[in-house]
């Protein structure tokens, strides 16, 4: 009975069946329903319950992801979303599980993010881990960078991201590499 609800409720979503909200993403508008976008976010909750904008005018603007990423939010909320599309959006959907208070989606973005850094990445999740506040992912890369000694392989990389990071970031990369400086 568990599938056959999460099916309903994924034929819902898909076949917009009694909508009641407009999301207007970047680059196109889906269709949902309040009850279960405020069912899964006390954000949504209070923007519905309140005399707000989103409750008058039943629109949602969420201009900063785009439509793909608005669908594979959708379809984490509505219980529907594939890995594929989890793993593309996967930065995206931490974006609005920390706006809109997600905390499951969050934790399971942070998981996901932890597995797979390498030297492309690392800086952005750095930097996502700070933004974020996720521990454990902003330790992994700090791992990565000084103690695996991949700093030195993204040196130019590195440098461009010390020109625009947030300083209290730049000072713990700076202090775990005089830790391990210490260490030798």
Known sequence: SHATALASLSRMLTESIHTDIIINASDGSIGAHRAVLGAQSPVFRSMFLHNLKEKEMSTIDISDMSIEACQAFLNYIYGNIQHEDFLTHRLALLRAADKYDISNLKEACHESLLEDIDARNVLERLQ????????KL????MRYLVKFGKIFDIRDDLNAF????????????????????KGF
């Open 128 to 135: 996502n881990a700070s933004l974020y506040q996720l521990p």
């Open 162 to 181: 010390l020109q625009h990071a947030d300083r209290d970031l730049i000072a713990e990369i700076f202090h775990e590499i005089l830790n391990v400086w």
């Open 138 to 141: 902003k330790s992994s890369c």
